[in-house]
């Protein structure tokens, strides 16, 4: 069965500091990979995406994530912490089959 | 474009009480979906369609009826409502089935039920 793994269920930086939150996936195949972030009381925005290609995507507000297929993983990075940058984010596969799976999501605080 | 629409944004329902809740969009997308999103356990899709009258079920279905007589909407029905079914709904829309694409969400339900 298709799972997706966030292990920090909470992290919390300093504004300005650096940021990795990680994401396992377990599937047979390379799924479609997504980094979802949601702000309190909102829906899911779509930071970025990984189909095929280049292992290292760009996404939107400055996030970045690296796709390392012999690791199952799909970590998300962003440089310098901003303070608005606090909130929840979802790693999602999906197998592909439109059906997504979501983890269970990695709340971030931000410190100033 | 209005983008993934739903409705109503909060409810609270008695035990065994039924209710629909709504979602459209006006993107013209083939492929629709509902999540429940429930504390610690991440965003669990419930049905899923991917195209006018055509319905599936996702992980979690039991208690949910769903339908989609339109492309732009894609209701959700909860027949007798639960406790267990206190949760925030989340519903979602995409390009397409074949390739891929990604989930544009809406704002969300929040259901109370007592």
């Known amino acids: 069965a298709q799972s997706v793994t966030q292990p920090d269920i909470h992290i919390t930086v300093s504004e300005g500091a650096s940021l990795e939150l990680r994401c396992n996936y377990s599937?047979?195949?390379?799924?479609?990979l997504f980094w979802y972030v949601q702000s309190p009381g909102q829906g899911l925005q779509l930071l970025l995406k990984?189909?095929?290609?280049?292992?290292l995507v760009q996404g939107i507000k400055g996030f970045e994530a690296e796709f390392k297929r012999s690791q199952s993983s799909f970590n998300l990075r962003k440089p310098s912490v901003h303070w608005s940058d606090a909130a929840e984010y979802f790693c999602?596969?999906?197998?592909?089959?439109?059906?997504?799976?979501f983890g269970t999501g990695t709340s971030l605080t931000v410190i100033p | 474009n209005a983008g993934v629409t739903q409705t109503p944004k909060f409810q609270v329902l008695k035990t065994g009480q039924s209710m629909t809740l709504q979602c459209a969009q006006d993107?013209?997308?083939?492929?629709m979906s509902w999540y429940r999103q429930d504390p610690g356990m991440g965003l669990r899709l419930i049905h899923y369609?991917?195209?006018?009258?055509?319905?599936d079920q996702g992980e979690v279905p039991n208690g949910y009826n769903v339908s989609r007589s339109t492309t732009e909407d894609f209701p959700l029905r909860l027949l007798s409502a639960a406790p267990s079914q206190t949760s925030v709904y989340f519903c979602?829309?995409?390009?397409?089935?074949?390739?891929?694409?990604?989930?544009?969400f809406g704002p969300g339900t929040r259901l109370t039920v007592l």
């Open positions: 979602a829309s995409s390009p397409g089935t074949v390739y891929y694409n990604e989930q544009f």
């Open positions: 599937y047979g195949a390379t799924p479609y």
């Open positions: 990984y189909f095929s290609g280049d292992t």
């Open positions: 999602a596969v999906d197998p592909p089959r439109n059906q997504f799976y």
């Open positions: 993107m013209n997308h083939e492929y």
């Open positions: 369609s991917v195209g006018a009258g055509i319905t």
